[in-house]
């Protein structure tokens, strides 16, 4: 959700995956948690200079969260890293339950992995990426550049599905 390769380092550019870092904030901010633990590291295999959950605590406290709300996991890579580094943060705070705020087309892998680290959480899908039919729009049926992404997005969601499957990870 956060371009950690960005030319412009003094100010974090979001991704279309924003979603998932205001509906965090946005919970927050309705009392419903006390805390937003931002899980990412750098997610890149050769550039880790600029970790993921150091330029969203940059956001976080612009957007008003105090310091002492925010939590941080800055060493994964991966969804399943995500997961594990997580838990260890939430057993050395004593947490028992989380809302876990990802994108809807990650969901189901992301929830895998932290069910598999015995992490009760509540599910909070956000960063929707489909269209209602039913609107008419020609758009919809016109091809472009923007629906090929979609496309690639949710072939990419299924193979990491199956090799997290095959890797013991969900």
């Known amino acids: 959700m956060i371009q950690t390769i960005s030319s412009v380092k003094e100010r974090p550019e979001l991704t279309d995956s924003a979603d998932r870092l205001l509906d965090a904030v946005r919970i927050y901010k309705a009392k419903k948690a006390k805390k937003i633990l931002f899980t990412g590291g750098s997610g890149l295999l050769f550039a880790d200079k600029y970790r993921e959950a150091d330029l969203a605590n940059k956001i976080l406290l612009d957007l008003g969260v105090p310091k002492e709300d925010i939590l941080l996991e800055r060493e994964s890579k991966n969804t399943y890293e995500n997961a594990v580094e997580s838990a260890k943060i939430l057993n050395a705070h004593g947490f028992k339950d989380i809302i876990l705020v990802t994108s809807a ?47 690639t997005l949710a072939i990419k969601e299924w193979v990491g599905v199956l090799i997290y499957e095959l890797k013991g990870y969900l």
């Open 105 to 151: 087309f990650h969901f189901r892998r992301a929830a895998g992995c932290f069910t598999k680290q015995g992490i009760v959480f509540y599910s909070y899908p956000t960063d929707y990426r489909s269209f209602s039919t039913d609107s008419n729009a020609f758009d919809l049926w016109v091809p472009s550049p923007g629906y090929l992404e979609l496309s």
